[in-house]
């Protein structure tokens, strides 16, 4: 990744780069409390864009000729090749037996749900599911393509991936608190599975860790 603007180019920490997600991460959130906000509004495009900042996309360009545009035999095989090289990114994290485990708890967690009607209803439950598939996202973008070409984004992601899959094992606590709703026997599967998962994220990082002190010295790493 270059360096900041005026920096020369350089590689960057995992420490930048979770700067950079989590303000990413904000505008996400920005954005979809605008949207939310000015959804039936005939200005919505708009305001959205005013309020985010985003004033290239007020002027009065008229458009509609590069949108009615077909693609010419160039930008068509090179949109073929984009399209090939996500495929191959695909293969590289679906492939990977972190990303399978955890891919595997989250569609273990689904026909939880599905066996038992109060799980929707239990807000320990909706955690549990909705955290282990962030976790699940966040390793998928820690494990797409090359990912010792950016070790730093990489570690990054995967201490999302740690921080949602620890919020899980803390929601399936409170749930097996909760009389009824999961088995003692569900429970422990349910927890070996979680651990299977925070362990794994636990010694990738480690292996990154250790990657980047030796190729930019022990000095390099902040903690």
């Known amino acids: 990744?270059?360096?900041?603007?005026?920096?020369?180019?350089?590689?960057?920490?995992?420490?930048?780069?979770?700067?950079f997600l989590q303000q990413q991460e904000g505008k996400a959130e920005r954005y979809m409390r605008l949207l939310e906000e000015y959804l039936d509004?005939?200005?919505?495009?708009?305001?959205?864009?005013?309020?985010?900042?985003?004033t290239q996309f007020l002027d009065t360009r008229d458009w509609s000729a590069e949108?009615?545009?077909?693609?010419?035999?160039?930008a068509a095989e090179e949109d073929n090749r984009?399209?090939?090289?996500?495929?191959?990114?695909?293969?590289?994290?679906?492939?990977?037996?972190?990303?399978?485990?955890?891919?595997a708890l989250?569609?273990?967690?689904d026909h939880l749900f599905d066996r038992n009607d109060l799980l929707p209803n239990e807000p320990?439950?909706?955690?549990?599911?909705?955290?282990?598939?962030v976790a699940n996202a966040k390793l998928a973008a820690a494990l797409s393509g090359d990912s010792l070409t950016e070790i730093g984004m990489t570690i990054a992601y995967l201490k999302r991936a740690l921080k949602a899959i620890t919020v899980s094992m803390d929601?399936?606590?409170?749930?097996?608190?909760?009389?009824?709703?999961?088995?003692?026997?569900?429970?422990?599967?349910l927890r070996q599975r979680l651990f299977q998962v925070r362990d794994g994220i636990v010694t990738l990082?480690?292996?990154?860790?250790?990657?980047?002190?030796?190729?930019?010295?022990?000095?390099s790493f902040r903690g």
Request: charged share 35%.
């Open 82 to 103: 984009e399209i090939g090289d996500t495929f191959k990114s695909a293969e590289t994290f679906e492939g990977h037996d972190l990303y399978r485990a955890a891919f």
């Open 41 to 54: 509004d005939p200005q919505r495009d708009e305001i959205i864009a005013r309020e985010m900042g985003w």
């Open 171 to 189: 929601a399936a606590a409170q749930l097996r608190k909760v009389a009824g709703l999961v088995t003692r026997a569900q429970y422990a599967v």
């Open 205 to 219: 990082m480690g292996e990154y860790r250790g990657e980047w002190r030796r190729r930019f010295g022990p000095e």
């Open 1 to 19: 990744m270059a360096g900041y603007e005026g920096e020369p180019e350089r590689v960057w920490d995992e420490y930048e780069w979770e700067r």
């Open 67 to 74: 949108l009615d545009a077909l693609p010419d035999e160039d």
């Open 124 to 133: 320990a439950a909706v955690k549990l599911a909705t955290q282990a598939a």
């Open 106 to 109: 989250t569609i273990w967690i």
